[in-house]
């Protein structure tokens, strides 16, 4: 191991922990600078992020290197650089591998690790966190499709489903579900090249290769593999260049029957600014959706969290965890190590009476800022890529009625417009139309588990604006 995997290995660990926002914003661009005589420096691009990053996470950062490091860790120091060190070592060099290695004059591929031409673009390892394998993955009824998809595509590449493509929110495991296709297809041979990225580490190396003339370089990294898994593909939204360069690297891929999985925060129709022949070709292969867990599942999953942390709550405390944290697993994980924590500070045994006070950051409308209809109406109509003169006008087709219809129920629900006024918001129509229209989308919301995924990333993207 050397300083750059063990600051990956930290890096999958924040990542965890923290919001995709605060994630990206603050630890983007860090690196170890030196790691000598039990002290490691970290380098952080700016003088204001080294401050944010030595107030808010520097006890984090100091626990996981610990916890990682297979050498003593004292301290941790922070540093204002942008210009990377070639790695130190921590251990001794392992023996060499019986397996072969072949040189070539840009790259060396040994079984499934891939090294690129420099260290400008594109991962050192094949990218995968060793957590994320299929018996960690706790499965429920909102993710069943999507585990069977995952273990499919692991077990024939290429053929069962091609490309796969899974979906949610944040925090439901589509990360989990994507690495774990890898580990699997490596633990069936361990020569498969496997090369998971997040979309924007493509789209980076993508931009330096061009800057740096070494396209060539590129290609053969992202196209020589026998397995590429892409997170947050939706990411490449907007980005013209970045995704004529995807399109043809998945016709090379997929003409040779190397396996493409996919995650995205939302289904390929409702990708705003992706062009149509990437959309067309996402959903040419399996679309699976990543459901919010059901109660029986996060109690399932708080108690293997438990096990993994060597936590010990009685099963009521964690059917209460379950009850008042719904949203995602990240969040369930979040709320168990707040209570563990509180409870060894204060020295006392937790209850249900005590954990509940401890939960109210994680749920309620309270923490939920306001929106505006017209924010709410724009983001319906981004999701369903539709325009928002036709989801304004009179036509009853389909594919624009429904959309209206999920639009005035959110109105009420979330607004709680009267129903004249969102008749009025949603093109001048009848207040009945609005009440037929809530009706409907309560009734359906019983039995359609994509409607209420739909519904819940709509309502994500409005929150988040």
Not at 174 to 199: D, F, P, S, W
Request: aromatic share 8%; with cysteine.
């Amino acid at each position: 191991m050397n300083t750059q995997e063990l600051w990956t290995a930290v890096l999958s660990e924040l990542e965890l922990q923290l919001s995709k926002a605060n994630f990206t914003t603050w630890f983007r661009s860090t690196f170890i600078y030196s790691f000598q005589n039990g002290e490691v420096i970290v380098a952080i691009p700016s003088t204001f992020y080294k401050s944010w990053i030595e107030k808010k996470y520097h006890k984090t950062i100091l626990t996981l290197l610990q916890d990682l490091s297979p050498e003593p860790i004292r301290s941790v120091q922070y540093k204002v650089e942008t210009h990377q060190r070639p790695p130190e070592p921590i251990l001794p060099p392992a023996p060499p591998q019986a397996a072969p290695v072949q040189f070539t004059q840009n790259r060396t591929v040994n079984n499934n690790s891939i090294v690129p031409p420099t260290q400008d673009f594109a991962p050192t390892t094949n990218g995968l966190n060793p957590k994320y394998i299929f018996t960690a993955f706790i499965v429920g009824k909102g993710n069943e499709l999507a585990h069977a998809a995952a273990q499919a595509v692991s077990t024939k590449p290429g053929t069962a489903y091609n490309p796969l493509f899974l979906y949610g929110g944040v925090g439901l495991g589509k990360t989990h579900l994507l690495q774990a296709i890898g580990h699997e297809m490596i633990k069936r041979n361990e020569k498969t090249r496997v090369l998971y990225v997040t979309c924007e580490r493509f789209t980076n190396d993508f931009i330096n290769a061009v800057r740096t003339g070494r396209a060539k370089d590129f290609k053969d990294l992202y196209r020589n593999v026998d397995l590429l898994l892409i997170d947050d593909i939706q990411f490449m939204a907007g980005k013209k260049e970045t995704q004529e360069e995807f399109f043809h690297t998945f016709n090379a891929l997929h003409q040779q029957n190397r396996q493409i999985v996919l995650t995205s925060d939302r289904p390929p129709r409702a990708i705003i600014d992706l062009e149509d022949r990437l959309k067309s070709r996402f959903e040419c292969g399996m679309l699976a959706d990543v459901l919010t867990p059901d109660l029986e599942t996060r109690v399932a999953i708080l108690q293997t969290k438990c096990n993994e942390k060597g936590y010990s709550l009685a099963p009521e405390i964690l059917l209460e965890i379950a009850k008042l944290v719904q949203s995602n697993v990240r969040e369930l994980e979040g709320a168990l190590n707040k209570i563990y924590a509180h409870h060894q500070l204060q020295n006392i045994a937790p209850t249900t009476s005590s954990v509940r006070p401890l939960l109210s950051s994680f749920n309620g409308p309270s923490n939920q800022k306001f929106v505006s209809a017209r924010i709410l109406i724009e983001t319906v109509a981004r999701y369903f890529d539709i325009k928002l003169e036709e989801l304004l006008g009179a036509s009853r087709e389909k594919r624009l009625a429904f959309p209206r219809q999920i639009t005035m129920y959110l109105m009420r629900e979330e607004l709680k417009s009267s129903f004249p006024n969102i008749g009025r918001e949603l093109g001048g129509r009848d207040h009945t139309t609005a009440m037929h229209a809530c009706d409907k989308i309560k009734l359906e919301l019983t039995s359609n588990e994509r409607l209420v995924h739909d519904i819940e990333n709509i309502l994500s993207q409005v929150r988040a604006r």
